[in-house]
Structures are given as C-alpha cells and as structure tokens.
C-alpha cells in the first residue's frame, strides 16, 4: 500500500492535481493576507468564496461568458469586502463578528438565492453557466515533470500570479506602504495624516475580490456548476495557512501548496481503498500541527529573543 | 441607578430594538422579491410560531439546543476567547451519548445522567485540545477550532456509516436508542431537556457571576495582560472557560439527540453553534438573558420553517435574518448620533434644573 501511494505521489498527474487543488486556497489566503496585513482579520473568506462561486455561475450563465462570470464574482467578493469595512469602521461591528455573518449568507443565503434564481435548492444543474477555459504551455505540454504546469486553467495561472502581484502590492506600490501601515499600527498611521478608513477599505475590498476569484474557481472549473456547502472550509484553511505565511506573499503560497498536496494526497489515497470519511481529516489535521508547530517555533525566538536582550541589558 | 446608566439601558433595548426591527424589514423586502404570496408568507413567519399552545411549545423544544451552545459562547467569549468548536461539541456529544444510549444498558433515570455525563466528560476533554495549542503554543484558537470541527465531523460520520450504522434502514442511522435512555417528553413534542437547559443557565449565571472564577474569566476577557499582572493565571482560565464551553455544547448535543430523536441521525454540524455565537451577542454574553435570546431565535427558526411548509419561501431565509441581527446588533456605533443627542439633551435639562435650583435659593 505504500508504494501504492509513493507511485502515485511521483506521477505527474499528482503535482498536476496539486496545483489545482492549491489555487482557490491560494487565492483566499492571499486575500486573507492583504487583510490582516491592513489589521483587520478577515474570517468571512468561506462566506465570500460561497456567494461569488454561486454569483459566478449566475454571471455567466447571463453573459454566455466565462470571464465575465469570473469578474462577476471577483466584484462582488469586492462588494462583501466593502460592506464588512462600512459595518466595522462606520458602525463599530466587530470586525470577527462581521466575518461570521458573511459566512451565514454564505451557508444559507446562497441557497436561497440560488432557489430565486433557478427554483433549485441544491445545485445549478439547472441553468447554463459556463466553465473557464484550460491553457496550454506549448513549450511544458511535453516534458515529463513540468507538463504538470500545461493544461490548467486560466484562473490557475492567475492564483500564482496573484502571489507576484500581491508582492509588488506590498513592496513596490505606496498603497501597500500604506496597508501595511495601517496595519503595524493604526493611530500611528492616523497620526501622520493616513486615511485609514479609506486604506482598510480598500484592503478589505482587494481581498474579498481576490476571495471571490477563488469562489469563482470552486463553481466554474473545480466542479460543474454551484453545490450547497461547496467550498467546504477552504476559506478557513486559507485562514491558517496565511498564518503560517505569517501574511507574506511567498511564505502564504508556500503554505497553501502544503494544504493542497495534504488535500491532493487525499484524493488518492480514498483511490486505493482507505475509508474515505478518515482520509477526509488529513487537511484538517495537517492544518492544525502544521499551525501550532509554526506558533511554537515563533514562540521559542521571540522568548529566546527576550532573554538575550535581557542578558546584554544586564553587562 | 443613575441618570446615566438608565440611559444606557434605554439606549441599549432601543438599539437592540431598532436593529431586530431592520432585520426584519429586510427579510420583509426579500419575501416581497421571492413570493407569489407574501403577506401569507409574513404571516407564517411572525405571527404562526405563538398563534396556538402547540406551536408556542414547538418553539421551546427549539431552544432547548440553542440554550446550550448560546451559554456555551457566552462562557468563552465572557474571557474573549474566539472558541468556535461549539459546533463540532454539539455532534460529538450527541454521538457519544447516542453511543451510551445504543449500548449500555441501565436502569431508566440513570441512564439518561450517565449519557448526558459522558458527552459533557467526552466534550470538555476535547476542548483542551485547542486550548493547549493555544496556551502552550500560541496557536490561533479560532483556526485551530474551525479545523477541529471538521475534524469531528468526518471521524464522526466514520464510526457512523461504518461501525453502526443500522443496515436495515435506507437512510444512514444508528440503532434506535434503549428506551430508559429516552429524555421523556413534557407536553407535545418538547422533552424534559428544557428545564434541564434553564436549570443550567441559572447554575452557570451564578458561576459567571458569583464566584471567583468567574469573576478571572470575566476579568480575563476585559484585559487579559492586566489579569495576569494582578496575579490571576491566565493560561488556566483561558483553558477553563474553553472546557467549560465544551462541556455545555456536549451536553447540549445530547440532551437534543435523546430528547428529540430516537436514533442518531447527524451526517453534518446542525448549525447550533453558530447560533450559539448569535445568542451570546443578542445576549451580550450576560447567561441569565440566554433563554430570551434562544426562545426569539427560535420563535424565528420556528416562523421561517413554517413559511418554507405553506409557501414558496426557503427556510434558509433564517441565515439571512441571522446575518443582518449580527451586523446591526453587534454595532457599537449604530444610532451612535441619536444616542449623542440623547446625552446631550439629558445634561441640558439637568443644567437648567440645577440653574433653576440656585436661581430658587
């Protein structure tokens, strides 16, 4: 059994099927990234991936265009975005808070505008949306390891390149100086003269329309058409492994792929025979070790950190 | 009580007021948008739940699950504690105790305790869980929680499906429970687990503010740096609060399994805990206004599953009220204006009286 999963572990199609897995985590992390780096943790991921995965369907079932459907979703994942920053900074909502109701539209406000809309409750089946289209890397197709990277799809692609984007965002841009401003600390930020209502905003709305491409991903090209519950927990992986990243582009895309080999891994393992419902639990599992072995790791130099000051304080 | 605190509460029902009535004008508009019927529709969904003593006792057999968890979230977010397992709590101590109630034989109100004791034993040691990692590692708690609940849920459906399932069933379920198991029921379909879920918000009402403990854990959610520094142990009451927490959610799970059903039926987390954290903030994590809270929750659930019975109308327009009370209810600055104009109007008064006092004199 094993070398059952070694084997398929070292195929092509298993990277392959990592990099497909990874890219909506990876775009939700990412937006969770650009938020808590503005200060603001933004736990209404979930909800924003499920409404823009079913408002990506709905789009592109209109428009007869995939694209569209995908900007369709990615804007209202800005909208969502948007509204939780009014609700946190005009009306004081805990910005926590706010998340969870973002996640109950998602949990059953979807199925009910889903039942507006098609008169279904469980899935899209119903109305033709349409899926995004898979781009071929002519110079990879062939090669045997990296033809993983040919043949997926568009918004794939898009995810990595988020990762670079998101870094010249934070590094090269003054919007991200400001972001990240905001973020080390707020009344300083205001104390220089920053709008740091407009600069969180803005954050929140990067990162719910980010989010939303990720949703998009989920009902357009992960799977034919919206399913009730369909993101399944990925916006609150994305959570942990933006943790992990400690809210650095690289280090968040690093983390993601982790969670998605895991969630790959259990793809194949459920293939040979292993109960299904067990398998389930890895990601989950993997999640939390990998998070607390971090949390632990950081603990460990911020006390060792402490105690050398306090030793050189001390001479 | 003083001028000001007599404000603040009024100000306080006023605002909690105006925000239950926004959301429900929202829902309002979406049944507009939706229905072919809906005055009909409205009508089941306000007025049906409290029309007849059946229907009024359907919506406490409702609450009966929401008491627990909202008490639950109220012990954890007392200490400012983002604890969001009491989902996963509910189904595993309904499981545990099912698991009780299938296999272990025992003389009829006995069985009942023990199956409640073991899902809350069960539950709070799960619970420790995620408050070591957080304590001793400093993971974030509401992650590590979030994950913990899938968890749950698929070991959950694991033993489920594959070690008890009853095979002669066409859905997936356990073996119907033993009868001494079986919560007896107090009138209509509403069992006895009601007065045990008001007996535990009058015990952890006293506990909260009562006594020492409670107290840390209040204080602890106040400010937590300040505790420490005044000698409590916070690392302790952060992993109390946290067991506390899961011992309710089990016992709620499982006085809602042996009350409501007669087999173990959960494929999924039936939601009660995030209903939970809605409660504690209708409540404002005060446990004695728990029951208040739970039964307006329910009266709603009740309302919307009556209207998706008689009408077009989907129940999950629940989730959609649910969303908009959080968003407003929670707002600190929500009518902030109006309640500016409150004070100011209030200390104006008060100057001319007192001017006209010295005037007098």
């Known amino acids: 059994m094993v070398q059952q999963i070694l084997s398929s572990v070292f195929a092509t199609s298993f990277l392959a099927s990592v990099f497909r897995i990874t890219a909506p985590i990876l775009f939700a992390a990412l937006a969770s990234a650009v938020s808590e780096r503005g200060g603001v943790a933004n736990i209404g991921l979930e909800g924003i991936m499920m409404i823009s995965a079913l408002s990506g369907v709905l789009f592109s079932a209109w428009s007869q265009n995939a694209l569209a459907g995908a900007l369709g979703a990615a804007l209202i994942g800005a909208l969502i975005g948007l509204m939780m920053g009014f609700f946190h900074l005009k009306l004081g909502t805990d910005i926590i808070l706010a998340g969870i109701a973002v996640n109950m539209l998602g949990g059953g406000g979807t199925i009910f505008f889903l039942y507006l ?80 209502n407009r600069v969180i905003c803005i954050a929140l709305a990067i990162s719910g329309a980010l989010a939303g491409l990720g949703g998009a991903y989920m009902s357009m090209f992960y799977s034919m058409g919206f399913n009730a519950n369909m993101v399944a927990g990925r916006g609150f992986i994305a959570l942990a492994a933006q943790a992990m990243g400690r809210g650095e582009p690289l280090g968040t895309m690093l983390s993601s792929l982790l969670f998605g080999a895991a969630d790959a891994l259990r793809n194949n393992m459920e293939g040979i025979g292993l109960p299904s419902q067990l398998v389930a639990t890895i990601p989950y599992i993997i999640t939390i070790i990998a998070l607390s072995l971090y949390t632990a790791g950081t603990m460990n130099k911020a006390k060792r950190a402490r105690k050398n000051r306090a030793l050189r304080e001390r001479k | ?51 007849s003593p059946r229907q009024i006792f359907g919506v406490f057999e409702r609450m009966i699950p929401l008491m627990f968890t909202g008490l639950a979230v109220c012990v954890m977010f007392s200490a400012n504690q983002f604890n969001l397992a009491a989902e996963g709590c509910v189904l595993l101590g309904g499981f545990v105790s099912a698991l009780c109630a299938i296999y272990i034989s025992m003389p009829p109100v006995l069985h009942v305790i023990f199956c409640i004791l073991m899902a809350a034993v069960v539950c709070g040691a799960v619970m420790m869980v995620p408050a070591a990692l957080q304590t001793k590692l400093g993971a974030n708690v509401m992650v590590t929680t979030l994950m913990l609940n899938y968890i749950i849920q698929y070991v959950v459906q694991y033993f489920l499906v594959n070690k008890c399932a009853d095979k002669s069933q066409g859905a997936t379920m356990s073996l119907p429970f033993l009868e001494t198991a079986i919560i007896p029921k107090m009138k209509y379909q509403t069992s006895w687990g009601f007065v045990i879920g008001l007996v535990m918000v009058l015990l952890v009402s006293v506990f909260i503010y009562r006594t020492r403990w409670g107290y840390s854990i209040r204080m602890t959610g106040v400010n937590q740096k300040f505790s420490g520094y005044s000698g409590m142990k916070v690392s302790g009451i952060i992993a109390l609060c946290q067991v506390i927490g899961g011992v309710l959610s089990g016992m709620g799970g499982s006085v809602e399994v042996l009350g409501y059903f007669d087999r173990f039926k959960w494929r999924q987390m039936p939601g009660y805990g995030w209903n939970g954290v809605t409660i504690a903030i209708l409540a404002k994590n005060n446990p004695i206004l728990v029951p208040f809270a739970s039964f307006f929750l329910a009266y709603l659930g009740k ?43 209030q200390t104006v008064k008060y100057i001319d009286t007192k001017a006209v006092k010295e005037v007098a004199k």
Do not use: W
């Not at chain 2, 003083?2 to 007021?17: C, M, Q, T, V, Y």
């Not at chain 2, 407003?328 to 104009?341: E, G, H, I, P």
């Open chain 1, 117 to 196: 809309f098609t008169g279904e409750k469980g899935n899209s089946a119903s109305i033709p949306s349409r899926m995004l289209p898979t781009v071929d890397i002519p110079l990879f197709k062939d090669v045997p390891v990296l033809g993983a990277l040919s043949g997926q799809s568009i918004l794939t692609y898009a995810a990595f390149l988020c990762v670079i984007l998101v870094y010249i965002l934070f590094y090269k841009t003054p919007l991200g100086l400001k972001i990240r401003a905001v973020g080390e600390n707020r009344h300083a930020a205001d104390s220089v003269g920053l709008s740091i």
């Open chain 2, 1 to 51: 009580m003083s001028n000001e605190n007599r404000l603040d509460l009024k100000f306080g029902i006023l605002r909690g007021a105006a925000a239950i009535l926004v959301s429900i004008g929202v829902a309002a508009i979406l049944i507009f948008i939706v229905s072919d019927t809906p005055l009909e529709a409205l009508r089941y969904m306000l007025i049906s739940p409290l029309s």
């Open chain 2, 303 to 345: 309302g919307c599953v009556n209207m998706s019975i008689y009408t077009d109308v989907p129940a999950e327009m629940l989730e959609v009220i649910q969303a908009v009370i959080f968003l407003f209810f929670a707002a600190d600055k929500f009518l902030a204006k109006y309640r500016q104009r409150l004070v100011v109007k």
